[in-house]
Nanobody, 124 residues
Framework: QVPLVESGGGLVQAGGSLRLSCAAS?????????MGWFRQAPGKEREFVAG????????DYAEWVKGRFTISLDNARSTWFLQMNNLKPDDTAIYYC????????????????WGQGTQVTVSS
């Protein structure tokens, strides 16, 4: 059983929006000082998309999503989200949520809990 579960992926036209959600699998306790989103497109390496600290006081984004994507937490900090607006065909990828015990983590190697991924497809 994977420790994290994503939802909210799908097919959308260019310019559209999607909201991804991530939560711990039922009964799992995940150590998380940083929660993040990564993506992997076909034939490409996994890349960092966005991260947020458990307190919500720090966020970081890949340069190419600034102004379009927003990462957030719910009040209980057991679920985090990625709001994706003005989607482009180049955003097509499998999106993964992840959790890290490290603060301010942005490198995939710093994250020790991962979801199974959710497909996002943006048509032109």
């Amino acid at each position: 059983q994977v420790p994290l579960v994503e939802s909210g992926g799908g097919l959308v036209q260019a310019g559209g929006s999607l909201r991804l959600s991530c939560a711990a699998s039922s009964g799992r306790i995940i150590s998380r000082n940083t929660m993040g989103w990564f993506r992997q497109a076909p034939g490409k390496e996994r890349e960092f998309v966005a991260g947020i600290r458990w307190s919500g006081s720090w966020t970081d984004y890949a340069e190419w999503v600034k102004g379009r994507f927003t990462i957030s937490l719910d009040n209980a900090r057991s679920t985090w989200f990625l709001q994706m607006n003005n989607l482009k065909p180049d955003d097509t990828a499998i999106y993964y949520c992840a959790a890290s015990e490290e603060h301010f983590a942005t490198n995939g190697r710093q994250f020790n809990a991962w979801g199974q991924g959710t497909q996002v497809t943006v048509s032109s």
